[in-house]
């Protein structure tokens, strides 16, 4: 009987060092890409992209990946682009943990990783696809 709380601690201390690793990058994008397709959605000033649509429907559809367009430029893709299947271009750049304010200053876009991938993207285009 002594065994049994010694397995719950430790498999709640497995799970606790889970947490704070990174969440997986979806398989159909990789960090030398610079181009990516798939469903996109917002989260303050940085955008989530999905690669199936039923992931964008999801309260915390992951993977995905987070990124952001320069701040003019992202607020307008907020108003046309909310949910649909899009193109991005653009080049990604390394995430880590220890970045001042834990954020990545894209032409006055913060994209905060929501998605807690290994990399980030850093757009600069994005268009929708039929």
């Not at 497995?14 to 610079?34: G, I, M, R, W």
């Not at 880590?96 to 991938?117: K, M, T, V």
Request: positive net charge; aromatic residues 6%.
């Amino acid at each position: 009987m002594k065994a049994i709380p010694f397995v719950v601690a430790a498999s709640f201390l497995a799970l606790a060092a889970c947490a704070s690793t990174l969440q997986p990058t979806p398989v159909a994008y990789a960090a030398t890409d610079t181009v990516f397709e798939g469903w996109l959605r917002f989260s303050g000033e940085e955008f989530q992209l999905n690669a199936r649509q039923d992931q964008v429907l999801q309260p915390l559809g992951r993977p995905c990946l987070s990124g952001a367009l320069p701040r003019d430029l992202q607020r307008q893709a907020r108003l046309d682009l909310n949910g649909q299947r899009v193109r991005i271009t653009g080049q990604t750049q390394a995430w880590s943990d220890d970045l001042p304010g834990r954020r990545i200053d894209r032409q006055g876009s913060n994209i905060r990783n929501e998605c807690g991938a290994a990399f980030v993207i850093l757009a600069d285009r994005i268009v929708p696809i039929a």
